[in-house]
């Protein structure tokens, strides 16, 4: 029998120390190279987009990936390839943990917006305060600490 499923995931990381290096006029280049890796792990990409110090994800996993497998593989090939192509000079790595939430498919389109307006977002909402917004609205246990 074959296997289904159907599960998305909101992705979220940030960079290292948050620091604000991901460049606008170089973003494109990251999230395609995403959308790529994502295409080779057969996962579907929703949608991408992120701000100058984190990125929002929505995908689906295929069956045979794990969740902690793909961000851990994730986070090392985009490190390796953006500091390869030197498109964020100041770029040093991701920090450390992720933020994963799952969400329904009819929450989905709403998802989508909310990724696609993550620059307009953030004009006024910082990403700690949007962070800790998403772990209570997902009930999920977080210590103040690892926030920083």
Same mark, same amino acid.
């Given at each position: 029998?074959?296997?289904?499923?159907?599960?998305?995931?909101?992705?979220?990381?940030?960079?290292?120390?948050?620091?604000?290096?991901?460049?606008?006029? *170089?973003?494109?280049?990251? #999230?395609?190279?995403? /959308?790529? #890796?994502?295409?080779?792990?057969?996962?579907?990409?929703?949608?991408?987009?992120?701000?100058?110090? $984190?990125?929002?994800?929505?995908?689906?996993?295929?069956?045979?990936?794990?969740?902690? %497998?793909?961000? $851990?593989?994730?986070?090392?090939?985009?490190?390796? /390839?953006?500091? *390869?192509?030197?498109?964020?000079?100041?770029?040093?790595? /991701?920090?450390?943990?992720?933020?994963?939430?799952?969400? *329904? /498919?009819?929450?989905? %389109?709403?998802?989508?917006?909310?990724?696609?307006?993550?620059?307009?977002?953030?004009?006024?909402?910082? #990403?700690?305060?949007?962070?800790?917004?998403?772990?209570?609205? #997902?009930?999920?246990?977080?210590?103040?600490?690892?926030?920083?």
């Amino acid at each position: 029998m074959a296997t289904y499923s159907q599960i998305l995931y909101h992705l979220v990381f940030s960079t290292k120390n948050r620091r604000p290096v991901l460049d606008a006029g *170089s973003r494109d280049d990251l #999230f395609r190279y995403v /959308w790529g #890796f994502l295409k080779n792990k057969e996962c579907h990409l929703y949608r991408i987009n992120g701000v100058e110090d $984190h990125v929002h994800i929505l995908t689906s996993l295929h069956p045979t990936v794990a969740l902690s %497998d793909l961000i $851990h593989d994730l986070k090392l090939a985009t490190s390796t /390839w953006v500091k *390869s192509e030197k498109i964020f000079p100041a770029f040093e790595k /991701w920090q450390e943990g992720y933020g994963a939430f799952t969400i *329904s /498919w009819p929450d989905r %389109d709403g998802i989508i917006e909310y990724i696609k307006n993550q620059v307009e977002h953030h004009k006024s909402v910082s #990403f700690r305060e949007e962070y800790i917004q998403l772990l209570q609205k #997902f009930d999920v246990k977080y210590e103040e600490k690892y926030l920083d």
